[in-house]
């Protein structure tokens, strides 16, 4: 099976602009989740999709948003960027919650 | 809360020498537990779980960890390092939140291997 695919791999992004950010699961694997890793606060979960529906949320606010499609693939968007969303964007997918595949993640930078 | 915690942000070890990798979990119901390792610039990569059978988790690469209850911990190791190990490990835990189950990471041990 091809395992989860990120894209882009790396984007370059100003103060108050807004990007979309698209994960590919693994097929069959119906929950997605994403984290963002940054080296002060490292793995963060932000939420989960599970079927096209939001099932878990973490601790960002309203700007980061995502969303899952009916073949599971999912994007998230964060808009009004600030220099602080610069993080490494991870993407799981998972079958049941024993194990996640993780993508290789997008890589922000915020000027 | 449920979480996890990772004693010691760095780690440097000689090549051929034992690794160990330390996590303490915190859970009031018994935990499913997960070690990842990161190489640079790539995703993360499981390379053992625990899900309440047996104690002692064999992985990839040689891995293996102990689920010690009494203890609160899932400590990683590796009788012999080798340089490829080199890379950023995380313990996870799975919990319960929301109605939903979700993994909790610790703050991730870089692990550093000279010849």
Known sequence: KAGVTQT???LIK???????????????HRSVSWYQQTPGQGLQFLFEYFSETQRNKGNFPGRFSGRQFSNSRSEMNVSTLELGDSALYLCASSSDYNEQFFGPG???TVL | AQSVTQLGSHVSVSEGALVLLRCNYSSSVPPYLFWYVQYPNQGLQLLLKY??????????????????????SFHLTKPSAHMSDAAEYFCAVRVFSGGYNKLIFGAGTRLAVHP
């Open chain 1, 8 to 10: 882009p791999r790396y």
């Open chain 1, 14 to 28: 100003t103060r108050g602009q807004q990007v979309t950010l698209s994960c590919s699961p693994i097929s069959g």
């Open chain 2, 51 to 72: 899900t309440s059978a047996a104690t002692l988790v064999k992985g990839i690469n040689g891995f293996e960890a102990e689920f010690k209850k009494s203890e609160t």
């Open chain 1, 106 to 108: 997008t890589r922000l």
